[in-house]
């Protein structure tokens, strides 16, 4: 099992460029999440899908857009990037059980 | 506000002791669920342990505990004979309001404890 899995690793970008950030799981959870890091903020959650076809804002969603495209994807999209945007982006997906979330190995993401 | 603390930017320890971190969170709801994630330095986050609001005994996994003070509302986290190779971020989460099976347990974060185990 691969778990989560994200796509790029790695990003660099000009202000007011697009792109799409890939997530997958193939651990058949319903919910889905997309994160940001930034030094000394921990994670803050931008939006997150309860399940297919169904997505709602997080804590910081401005800038961003989702698709929730079938069970197992699930990606972020900025459409027209800012230097503020530059962060570490992690996608998870959540248990029902307990709730525990299974995270991504990241993408590092840099705006100039 | 809900809300996680974690009052320790940064910890020593020697190898073979046993280390405390410290979390403290808030929320007014009655059923929550606490959370302890380990960050390396390759930047994985890996889910470590899991503390419900009800259960009436404190979480444990292999090395790592959960000291769980409801009254006090702190879910500290113990790591017993610290390797080297617990060297990294510790973070503290909440699902504030927690149901089993809930389709939108989100998760809040705190800021992190950064802790080197020194040999």
């Known amino acids: 099992n691969a778990g989560v899995t994200q796509t790029p690793k790695f990003q660099v970008l000009k202000t007011g460029q697009s792109m799409t950030l890939q997530c997958a799981q193939d651990m058949n959870h319903n919910s889905m999440y997309w994160y940001r890091q930034d030094p000394g903020m921990g994670l803050r959650l931008i939006y997150y899908?309860?399940?297919?076809?169904?997505?709602d804002k997080g804590e910081v969603p401005n800038g961003y857009n989702v698709s929730r495209l079938n069970k197992r994807e699930f990606s972020l999209r900025l459409e027209s990037a800012a230097p503020s945007q530059t962060s570490v982006y992690f996608c998870?997906?959540?248990?029902?059980?307990?709730?525990?979330?299974?995270f991504g190995p990241g993408t590092r993401l840099t705006v100039t | 506000a809900q809300k996680i603390t974690q009052t320790q930017p940064g910890m020593f320890v020697q190898e073979k002791e046993a280390v405390t971190l410290d979390c403290t969170y808030d929320t007014s709801d009655q059923s929550y669920g606490l959370f302890w994630y380990k960050q390396p330095s390759s930047g994985e986050m890996i889910f470590l342990i899991y503390q419900g609001s009800y259960d009436e005994q404190n979480a444990t996994e292999g090395r790592y505990s959960l000291n769980f003070q409801k009254a006090r509302k702190s879910a500290n986290l113990v790591i017993s004979a610290s390797q080297l190779g617990d060297s990294a971020m510790y973070f503290c989460a909440m699902i504030p309001s927690h149901r089993m099976g809930g389709a939108t347990n989100k998760l809040i974060f705190g800021t992190g404890t950064l802790l080197a185990v020194q040999p």
């Open positions: 899908s309860a399940s297919e076809g169904t997505t």
């Open positions: 998870a997906s959540g248990a029902r059980t307990k709730g525990e979330q299974y």
